[in-house]
C-alpha cells in the first residue's frame, strides 16, 4: 500500500462547479502537504501547501488537511476550462522528502 | 519571472547509449532536484544537491549520476540507456536547501529509449 493514495480519475465536471480532490495517507509524521497542478507534457507547478490540520484560502482553491482523519483536500470554485490538468498531493516527509500521490486528472467540460 | 531551465526539451536514444540532462535552476536558488516520471504516474525522486553538494539520494539506479556545478546548475548523466528509462525528467529548484516546503519544477525532459 503506497504512502499517499490518490484516486487516478478521471473526474469530469461541468464548468461552473465545485470541484473537490482528495487525498489520504498513512503515515502520521507528514507535517507540511502540498497541492501541485501540473497540464499535459509540463511540469508541477505548486498551487498550495499548508502545514498541519487547517484550511487556507487563495482566490478559487482552497486545501483543507483533517489530520486526525489523514485525508486533506482541494475545492476548486467557480471551476474554469482552463483548471483541467493533474492535480497531484504531495507531503513533506520528516527526510523532507516529497511523498507523492498518483495524481487526479480533472476535466472541466465548457 | 525566470523559471528553471531544463534542455533538452526532448530526447532520443538508443539502447546502451548515454545521456546528459542538464538543469539551470531559479537564480539564487541553492537547491536542486531531479524526478524521473513515467506514463500515469508521480514523479519518483533521485537525487538532489545543496550547495553543490549531493544532499540526498533516492531511487536513482546506479547507471546514473549527477553532479551541481559551481553555477549552480545540474547535470543528469545516464549511462547504459535501457528501455524502461523513458520518461520525464524533471529538475525543480528552491531557495533555502532540503527543508524548504516550496520546491518549482522545470517544464521537464522527455527521454525516449528505443
Known amino acids: 500500500q503506497k504512502e499517499v493514495e490518490q484516486d487516478p480519475g478521471p473526474l469530469s465536471v461541468p464548468e461552473g462547479a465545485i470541484v473537490s480532490l482528495n487525498c489520504t495517507y498513512s503515515?502520521?509524521?507528514?507535517?507540511?502537504f502540498m497541492w501541485y497542478r501540473q497540464y499535459s507534457r509540463k511540469g508541477p507547478e505548486l498551487l498550495m501547501y499548508?502545514?498541519s490540520s487547517g484550511n487556507k484560502e487563495d482566490g478559487r482553491f482552497t486545501a483543507q488537511v483533517d489530520k486526525s482523519s489523514k485525508y486533506i483536500s482541494l475545492f476548486i470554485r467557480d471551476s474554469q476550462p482552463s483548471d483541467s490538468a493533474t492535480y497531484l498531493c504531495?507531503?513533506?516527509?520528516?527526510?523532507?522528502?516529497?511523498?507523492w500521490g498518483a495524481g487526479t486528472k480533472l476535466i472541466i467540460k465548457p | 519571472a525566470a523559471g528553471v531551465i531544463q534542455s533538452p526539451r526532448h530526447l532520443i536514444k538508443e539502447k546502451r547509449e548515454t545521456a546528459t540532462l542538464k538543469c539551470y535552476p531559479i537564480?539564487?536558488?541553492?537547491?536542486v532536484y531531479w524526478y524521473q516520471q513515467g506514463p500515469g504516474q508521480d514523479p519518483q525522486f533521485l537525487i538532489s544537491?545543496?550547495?553543490?553538494?549531493?544532499?540526498d539520494k533516492g531511487s536513482i539506479p546506479d547507471r546514473f549520476s549527477a553532479q551541481q556545478f559551481s553555477d549552480y546548475h545540474s547535470e543528469l548523466n545516464m549511462s547504459s540507456l535501457e528501455l524502461g528509462d523513458s520518461a520525464l525528467y524533471f529538475c525543480?529548484?528552491?531557495?533555502?536547501?532540503?527543508?524548504?516546503?516550496?520546491?518549482?519544477f522545470g517544464p521537464g525532459t522527455r527521454l525516449l529509449v528505443l
Open positions: 525543480a529548484s528552491s531557495l533555502g536547501g532540503l527543508r524548504s516546503r516550496t520546491q518549482y
Open positions: 537564480p539564487r536558488h541553492d537547491t
Open positions: 544537491f545543496y550547495e553543490k553538494m549531493q544532499s
Open positions: 503515515n502520521s509524521a507528514f507535517q507540511y
Open positions: 499548508t502545514y
Open positions: 504531495a507531503m513533506m516527509d520528516s527526510n523532507y522528502q516529497l511523498i
